[in-house]
């Protein structure tokens, strides 16, 4: 079965940085495009940043530009996301999911890692 | 602030149909776009419902039943997601997706109550 598994979420200050990492099992993770999503407390979703297979096309969403880094490793079948410079907005749960394309269906889901940017 | 509008808002009762709609902004044409549906229930992640394109393109996700189906009112620019015979474990929030250009954009989800 198809899994995957959010980590290193926490409780940080403004202007400090986390890595998250998503562990996946079950399937060729070398085969898939990766994407990271938010999800404020009683919010909406929130699209974060994709990564293809090849780590070719990169997309950030605009706010997350320039102090978030998604970087991914098929041999180690993990998925990453570098941020830094953190806001309080960026207080969130934040979610993996794979792609077969990278314009595609997100079908396959971790429960979250939660972030809290606070002083 | 949410691309594609969604109302904040929907009820039906056991049954009936639940018809929740999606509008896009004037200068992205529905017609051009695949839409993805996703539904989430509290405490839980997204799961992939389906997306439509046309009637001749259009998928549904693993394990979803056909009483979710998909259109678009081009006319009104709006994509469409129709639960037919709601059940009670529809009740969720519902969020549509397109990729216009360069990343993805989301409404900001509509809460489904089934009386």
């Known amino acids: 079965e198809a899994q995957l598994v959010e980590s290193g979420g926490g409780l940080v200050k403004p202007g400090g940085s986390l890595r998250l990492s998503c562990a996946a099992s079950g399937f060729t993770f070398s085969s898939y495009s990766m994407n990271w999503f938010r999800q404020a407390p009683g919010k909406g979703l929130e699209w974060v940043s994709s990564?293809?297979?090849?780590?070719?096309?990169?997309y950030y969403a605009d706010s997350m530009k320039g102090r978030f880094t998604i970087s991914r490793d098929n041999a180690k079948n993990s998925l990453y996301l570098q941020m830094n410079s953190l806001r309080p907005e960026d207080t969130a749960l934040y979610y993996c999911?794979?792609?077969?394309?990278?314009?595609?269906?997100?079908?396959?889901w971790g429960r979250g890692t939660m972030v809290t940017v606070s002083s | 602030q949410p691309v594609l509008t969604q109302p904040p808002s929907s009820s039906a009762s056991p049954g009936e149909s639940a018809r929740l709609t999606c509008t896009l902004p004037s200068d992205i044409n529905v017609g051009f776009y695949n839409i993805y549906w996703y539904q989430q229930k509290p405490g839980s992640p997204p799961k992939y419902l389906l997306y439509y394109h046309s009637d001749s393109d259009k998928g549904q996700g693993s394990g979803v039943p056909s009483r979710f189906s998909g259109s678009k009112d081009a006319s009104a620019n709006t994509a469409v997601l129709l639960i037919s015979g709601l059940q009670s474990e529809d009740e969720a929030d519902y969020y549509c997706?397109?990729?216009?250009?360069?990343?993805?954009?989301f409404g900001g989800g509509t809460k489904l109550t089934v009386l």
């Open positions: 997706m397109i990729w216009p250009t360069n990343g993805w954009v």
């Open positions: 999911a794979r792609s077969v394309e990278l314009v595609d269906a997100f079908d396959v």
């Open positions: 990564i293809d297979t090849s780590t070719y096309y990169i």
